[in-house]
T-cell receptor
Framework: DTGVSQDPRHKITKRGQNVTFRCDPI?????LYWYRQTLGQGPEFLTY????????KSRLLSDRFSAERPKGSFSTLEIQRTEQGDSAMYLC????????????FGPGTRLTVL | TQLLEQSPQFLSIQEGENLTVYCNSS?????LQWYRQEPGEGPVLLVT?????EVKKLKRLTFQFGDARKDSSLHITAAQPGDTGLYLC????????????FGPGTSLSVIP
C-alpha cells in the first residue's frame, strides 16, 4: 500500500510532556499538510510544506508546535509541553502541485492529554 | 468566522431516501473538493469540481459547483447505510490557492 501513513495511531500523554508524530506521504507528492481535527469539526489547517520548505503556518498555532520535513520526504510534528486542549486527531495529507489541491489523508494520530 | 459553511450540520434518514447537503461561502474558489470521513479515519476524496456550473456524478452521488464558484451541493440518491459518515467540503480560494480550507462537515446517518 503506497498511501499516506501516520505513526502512532494513538498517543496518550500527561500534561506537560512532549510528543512527536510522524507522517510518511505518498512518495511522488511534493506537498504535505498537517491538520488538527476535534470532534464534530472539519480539519483545521496547521501548516504545510512544499518539498522541504515550510510555506505557511497557521496563526492559531502556538510556538509549542513545530513541524519539519527534512529532505522533503517524511514529516514530523512536535508538540512541546502538551496541554489538555491539545487533545485532538492530528491528520497528515499529501498532494501534488499539479493536482488541483486534491489531498490524500493518512489515518490520523489520536492524541489524548491527561 | 467560517470561510466555508455546510448545512445541515446533522442529517438522519432512512435507507432509500434522497438527500442534499450544501456548502456555501462568500469567497470564490478555484477548486472545491468533497470528502467523506468515517469515525477514527482520515477523510477520503470523493470528487473535485473546478468550473462554475459543473456537475459530476459518482454512482448515486451528484456534485454541483455553483455558477459563481462560491457554493456547491452534494445529492445522494437512494441512500444506503454505507453512505453514513461526515461529508466535508474543502477548497482553495483564488487569493490563497495553495491553502485548502475545510468546512465543518455534515454528519450523515443512514438508518437501515
Amino acid at each position: 500500500d503506497t498511501g499516506v501513513s501516520q505513526d502512532p495511531r494513538h498517543k496518550i500523554t500527561k500534561r506537560g510532556q512532549n510528543v512527536t508524530f510522524r507522517c510518511d506521504p505518498i512518495s511522488e507528492h511534493n506537498r504535505l499538510y498537517w491538520y488538527r481535527q476535534t470532534l464534530g469539526q472539519g480539519p483545521e489547517f496547521l501548516t504545510y510544506f512544499q518539498n522541504e520548505a515550510q510555506l505557511e503556518k497557521s496563526r492559531l498555532l502556538s510556538d509549542r508546535f513545530s513541524a519539519e520535513r527534512p529532505k522533503g520526504s517524511f514529516s514530523t510534528l512536535e508538540i512541546q509541553r502538551t496541554e489538555q486542549g491539545d487533545s485532538a486527531m492530528y491528520l497528515c495529507a499529501s498532494s501534488h502541485t499539479l493536482e488541483l489541491n486534491e489531498q490524500f489523508f493518512g489515518p490520523g494520530t489520536r492524541l489524548t492529554v491527561l | 468566522t467560517q470561510l466555508l459553511e455546510q448545512s445541515p450540520q446533522f442529517l438522519s434518514i432512512q435507507e432509500g431516501e434522497n438527500l442534499t447537503v450544501y456548502c456555501n461561502s462568500s469567497s470564490v474558489f478555484s477548486s472545491l473538493q468533497w470528502y467523506r470521513q468515517e469515525p477514527g479515519e482520515g477523510p477520503v476524496l470523493l470528487v473535485t469540481v473546478v468550473t462554475g456550473g459543473e456537475v459530476k456524478k459518482l454512482k448515486r452521488l451528484t456534485f454541483q459547483f455553483g455558477d459563481a464558484r462560491k457554493d456547491s451541493s452534494l445529492h445522494i440518491t437512494a441512500a444506503q447505510p454505507g453512505d453514513t459518515g461526515l461529508y466535508l467540503c474543502a477548497g482553495a480560494t483564488e487569493r490563497s490557492y495553495d491553502k485548502v480550507i475545510f468546512g465543518p462537515g455534515t454528519s450523515l446517518s443512514v438508518i437501515p
